[in-house]
């Protein structure tokens, strides 16, 4: 170094390692993400979830403020919105699994794999939410729903009498 240039105010004499943030989302020493074992291992979370669930229940019942009591009730129907996606991807990984199943069935078999396009595990599973419409009963009401607005999506489309 030269003597006749000033010394910085803030010199490092000895340089400092810099702590390297990390990701584990994104990092490869994580590992991979597994549905199935991340599933298995935080199993004991659904028991915790129904009894939170059950609580808020007998707090709602109990409630006289307005304002607590719809907070409470949004709680509530947060709550069973998330079970309800929880059930509804835990029904698709049922669903890939057996398809992945009998795809290994066939291999064994000496067959050809057949995988299915997009277009077609879509239509499966429009078939399959038909048939549990069906056998629950809701069938008519969703089908008029879905013609109530497929008619406003039309009107749309169509020209009004103020253009004329």
Avoid: W
């Avoid at 929880?86 to 050809?112: D, H, M, P, T, W």
């Avoid at 399959?128 to 008619?151: D, P, T, V």
Wanted: aromatic content about 6%; some cysteine.
């Amino acid at each position: 170094m030269s003597a006749k240039k000033p010394v910085p105010f803030l010199r490092q004499v000895v340089p400092v390692r810099k702590k390297v943030q990390r990701d584990p989302r994104f990092d490869d020493l994580s590992g991979d993400y597994k549905p199935e074992i991340f599933m298995k291992t935080y199993s004991f979370l659904d028991s915790i979830k129904k009894q939170e669930k059950e609580m808020v229940q007998k707090q709602l019942k109990k409630c006289r403020n307005m304002e607590q009591k719809e907070k409470l009730q949004r709680l509530l129907n947060r709550m069973a919105q998330q079970e309800q996606a929880q059930k509804k991807q835990q029904k698709l990984r049922e669903r890939e699994l057996s398809l992945k199943r009998q795809q290994r069935e066939f291999a064994k078999q000496g067959k050809k794999p057949f995988f299915l396009k997009k277009s077609e595990k879509r239509k499966l599973e429009l078939a399959e939410k038909y048939a549990e419409l069906k056998r629950s009963g809701k069938l008519e009401s969703f089908l008029n729903k879905k013609r109530k607005r497929n008619a406003i999506k039309d009107k749309r489309h169509l020209p009004s009498q103020n253009n004329l």
